[in-house]
């Protein structure tokens, strides 16, 4: 059987902090430090539920600042990243 899924190569270049924080995220889940892509693919399937859910959706005439969107003030979490997410 061949495999069908539906993958592009991506190289992204991050902070030597924002490697360790998905390092980690890919570790809560059970892996590897070569499977950050899949962390990455979690995060914004993560993230375009949550908009659709608020009936925004992606809009191009507005531009969505994450700096300024209220679930990112301190003392709150993300909707859908909730640690016993990555555990499933």
């Not at 980690?24 to 693919?41: E, S, Y």
């Not at 809009?59 to 997410?85: I, Q, V, Y």
Request: proline share 3%; net charge positive; hydrophobic share 35%.
């Amino acid at each position: 059987m061949t495999d069908r899924r539906n993958l592009r190569k991506l190289r992204a270049v991050v902070t030597a902090q924002t490697l360790n924080n998905l390092l980690k995220l890919a570790d809560m889940h059970g892996w590897g430090p070569n499977d950050v892509g899949r962390v990455i693919d979690k995060l914004v399937r993560d993230r375009m539920i949550y908009l659709h859910k608020r009936g925004g959706g992606y809009d191009e005439t507005r531009k969505f600042d994450l700096r300024r969107h209220p679930e990112n003030e301190p003392g709150t979490m993300a909707a859908g990243t909730a640690e016993s997410d990555w555990r499933e």
